[in-house]
């Protein structure tokens, strides 16, 4: 079925995705249907190199997330500045980015049903270097099974979990049960041990984290004495966004100058770094410096989302043309944060005091505003993110722009 719609003069014409000019060049505010997603090209390059040298520095790879932005263009930047590999969730994911020439992929979930080991399959048999974790007997059987009919061997490291979390081993038990399992499956090779310290809470999570972390490598350090790994440089990995600083501390205190790290991998892998955001990770950022004072710089925002006001019904409340299907609102609603008056040029843009997000339904985002504000049906509000996964899933396309919001190129999700 075609996709193009003839009108009855003739007239031809591609519909158009939402947040997309029309035609190039652009800018952000004249040429683009709203709402639009926009990635700021100074900070996005900022946040790609920042976290690429901090990693280095903590003798770590870098393996960013990608499920946090689905977006091959993104992916290839990152590793053009040094990136290992790239994390991903799931099968789907992880064959979506082999296909745009991504040629590392640390899947840390666990890989089950046969038409996902499938796509596995068949990305490593086209030149994929593929890990995914594991952390049940059952599991290590199919897969063993699975991998030994393709004539494979899938490497895997162990997970290891905390008690009320999601995934992975609970105790040390647990694991040498797995180690077990896995050496009698031909078709697995056990080459480290992943996890994941985000859903730590409670208490003094900075202790809980330390404490994790002294775990991992603990876990990996006796793994690789009992013979049980067969990688002569074993990968523990573990680190989102909001932690990363204490994962790399605890790589630090276990792989020291006595114990040289050329015995060890250790993989670092935040992904909400690559564009930040202006609340939740924005807070972890300044809970990092607080206690890394001798870091240098710090992330910075990169994501914003730009919509128009559609309505003022009543005193101190605005309309914006803008709603769950277009940015993400957990932990937290989105967050005005400047106003473009529509009769002015970009240079006019407003800094917003006092204007909060209350509501949110999936097209429209109520806010209340200052009874003094001065605005106007039309005018544009760029807004910013808590948590920017859940924003990039709601496009397809979203443009990189410069200061002047221009726009620069466009980078396209895969989801």
């Not at 709402?35 to 790879?61: C, S, V």
């Not at 995934?167 to 896995?182: F, M, N, P, S």
């Not at 003094?204 to 067969?230: F, H, N």
Request: glycine content about 8%; charged content about 20%; some cysteine.
């Amino acid at each position: 079925m075609s996709t193009t719609a003839t009108m009855p003069d003739g007239y031809s014409r591609q519909p158009l995705e939402k947040g997309t000019p029309r035609a190039m060049p652009a800018n952000l505010l004249r040429d683009v249907p709203l709402p639009a997603a926009a990635l700021f090209e100074t900070p996005l390059a900022h946040n790609i190199a920042w976290m690429q040298r901090f990693a280095e520095r903590h003798g770590a790879k870098l393996a960013p997330h990608g499920k946090t932005t689905m977006a091959p263009a993104l992916f290839q930047q990152q590793m053009a500045a040094g990136a290992w590999g790239i994390t991903l969730a799931t099968a789907v994911q992880t064959a979506a980015a082999h296909a745009q020439g991504i040629e590392r992929v640390l899947m840390v979930n666990q890989l089950v049903g046969r038409p996902n080991m499938a796509l596995i399959a068949e990305a490593i048999e086209t030149g994929l270097d593929y890990y995914c974790v594991v952390d049940n007997v059952d599991n290590v059987r199919e897969l063993g099974a699975y991998f030994g009919e393709r004539g494979l061997v899938l490497n895997v490291l162990i997970e290891l979990g905390v008690a009320g979390g999601r995934c992975g081993c609970r105790d040390a038990a647990q694991v040498e049960t797995l180690v077990a399992a896995i050496a009698d499956q031909p078709a697995l090779a056990l080459v480290g041990v992943e996890g994941y310290e985000g859903l730590i809470g409670g208490g003094d999570e900075i202790v809980a984290v330390r404490a994790y972390g002294e775990r991992l490598v603990d876990t990996v350090r006796k793994l690789r004495a009992s013979g049980a790994l067969q990688r002569d440089a074993p990968i523990v990995t573990a680190s989102g966004s909001k932690w990363f600083d204490l994962i790399a501390e605890a790589f630090d205190n276990a792989f020291s100058a006595t114990e040289s790290r050329a015995h060890y991998t250790p993989v670092l892998r935040p992904g909400c770094y690559v564009v930040h955001d202006h609340r939740l990770y924005a807070g972890a950022m300044d809970d990092i410096k607080a206690r890394r004072p001798e870091l240098e710089g710090e992330l910075k925002p990169a994501l914003e989302i730009f919509a128009h006001i559609q309505s003022l019904p009543e005193p101190g409340l605005a309309i914006a043309a803008l709603g769950k299907r277009d940015i993400g609102h957990e932990p937290d609603l989105p967050i005005p944060l400047r106003l473009y008056p529509c009769a002015s040029e970009a240079s006019a843009a407003v800094e917003l005091d006092g204007w909060r997000s209350f509501h949110i339904m999936d097209q429209h985002l109520f806010i209340e505003i200052p009874p003094t504000a001065s605005v106007a049906v039309g005018d544009i509000i760029a807004f910013g993110t808590s948590h920017p996964c859940l924003t990039f899933d709601k496009w397809r396309t979203l443009l990189v722009v410069d200061d002047d919001l221009e726009v620069r190129r466009t980078v396209e999700t895969c989801f």
